[in-house]
Nanobody, 125 residues
Framework: QVQLVESGGGLVQAGGSLRLSCAAS????????TGWFRQAPGKEREFVAAISRSGSNRYYADSVKGRFTISRDNAKNTVSLQMNSLKPEDTAVYYC??????????????????WGQGTQVTVSS
């Protein structure tokens, strides 16, 4: 069973940048889509971005479009999320997730069957 490990979270001031990484424990050829989700205290987990296995298709939540960029390096089995122009409302635990069964892009966490442990991102005003 593939495992996902996130890294790169931390504390940053508003307007700053962070780069999150998601490392898979094995080759990602079995993963159709890799997504990033986030969950702020007292809120439901929400979709942030997703990327297809080839990297040719990328999807973003409206709230991060133009500020965040998702990318992947299949040779290293990693997916990254570059976050620029961060806002306090971006504060959340960020999770990496893999879809090995659904096969199409999904904005719903129920379609992703493997999850990382999460990494905290805190943006101060």
């Amino acid at each position: 069973q593939v495992q996902l490990v996130e890294s790169g979270g931390g504390l940053v001031q508003a307007g700053g940048s962070l780069r999150l990484s998601c490392a898979a424990s094995e080759r990602t050829s079995s993963i159709y889509y890799t997504g990033w989700f986030r969950q702020a205290p007292g809120k439901e987990r929400e979709f942030v971005a997703a990327i297809s296995r080839s990297g040719s298709n990328r999807y973003y939540a409206d709230s991060v479009k133009g500020r965040f960029t998702i990318s992947r390096d299949n040779a290293k089995n990693t997916v990254s999320l570059q976050m620029n122009s961060l806002k306090p409302e971006d504060t959340a635990v960020y999770y990496c997730a893999a879809d090995r069964n659904y096969g199409s892009v999904s904005y719903h966490d129920r379609e992703y069957d493997v999850w990382g442990q999460g990494t905290q991102v805190t943006v101060s005003s």
